[in-house]
């Protein structure tokens, strides 16, 4: 059985098209690495970062919906994807956050939204507890942490990234790991990027859960699917219990761990109401 250590290297396409592939593009430096990233419209600023191996174009519908509302979207790459590049070796969240706030830097010095979907919800947490000041709020979709998926699920999750495998293997593994029952499964089948998806598992691991969990107190809003597996609902009703008054909660039906192409209407609107009550 694979390992998270022998996930398949290689490249399966970019795939969805949207503001993350319009806009303005530009690169910016983050110590050792070169991070590329674009920015639509103006206002705000709101920053989006993807799930684990996956890039900026999973934000595609979402960010050309946040950018019409009134706000600026930025959808950086994270390095190893695309024509981002740094050191995929020992990385920790910390090294994951420096790239995105080199992103914001460049970009504006005004507090932003971020945005994290699975693995981009927990650099969201590190950034906001290592910058608090540089961070309005944080929006997670799919926010995992404490409750694991089941041991079972793991090989099948394990099988997303592996591109040896004949596709439609391979789509029934993500069907099954990452979108509710019944949904369509395809707007998933290009866009994966195995090796970053290495680095980022061990950034994660060497990264422990408290560093990050609390988003440095941080406004936060949790949009959780309730068909989750790798994300189990449980997640966001703990954090709630914790902390209170500082999270909100919104349960999304008919939703699994992708989220965006399963309740993109449902995911935008929250995304936009929350942004704009935040003044």
Avoid at 8 to 16: A, K, S, T, Y
Avoid at 145 to 156: C, D, L, S
Avoid at 173 to 195: E, H, I, L, Q
Avoid at 219 to 246: C, F, M, S, T, Y
């Amino acid at each position: 059985m694979m390992s998270r250590r022998d996930l398949n290297g290689g490249i399966l396409g970019v795939g969805l098209a949207g503001a993350a592939q319009g806009g303005d593009g530009r690169m910016v430096r983050s110590g050792e690495a070169t991070l590329h990233y674009r920015v639509v419209g103006r206002g705000a600023p709101v920053i989006f970062l993807p799930s684990l191996g996956r890039g900026a174009e999973d934000f595609g519908q979402l960010a050309a919906a946040v950018s019409k509302a009134g706000f600026r979207a930025i959808c950086p790459q994270p390095r190893g994807i695309g024509e981002s590049r740094g050191p995929m070796q020992a990385l920790r969240l910390d090294d994951l956050a420096k790239d995105v706030l080199a992103v914001l830097d460049d970009v504006s010095a005004e507090p932003a939204i971020v945005v994290g979907h699975a693995f981009g919800n927990r650099v969201a947490r590190r950034l906001a507890s290592l910058h608090p000041s540089r961070v309005r709020a944080v929006i997670l979709l799919a926010a995992g942490g404490r409750v694991r998926m089941a041991p079972e699920i793991e090989p099948i999750f394990l099988q997303c990234f592996d591109l040896s495998l004949p596709d439609e293997v391979r789509m029934k593994a993500v069907g099954k790991a990452f979108f509710a029952p019944g949904n369509d499964a395809s707007p998933w089948r290009d866009g994966w990027w195995p090796d970053a998806a290495r680095a980022q598992l061990h950034a994660s691991e060497q990264t422990p859960v408290e560093l990050w969990w609390r988003a440095g107190g941080r406004p936060i809003l949790v949009i959780q699917g309730r068909e989750d597996i790798l994300a189990p609902p449980a997640n966001a009703r703990i954090l709630k219990e914790e902390l209170g008054a500082q999270v909100s909660v919104i349960e999304a039906p008919n939703a699994g761990h992708a989220m965006l192409p399963e309740q993109p209407q449902l995911i935008a609107d929250t995304v936009i109401t929350y942004a704009k009550s935040l003044g």
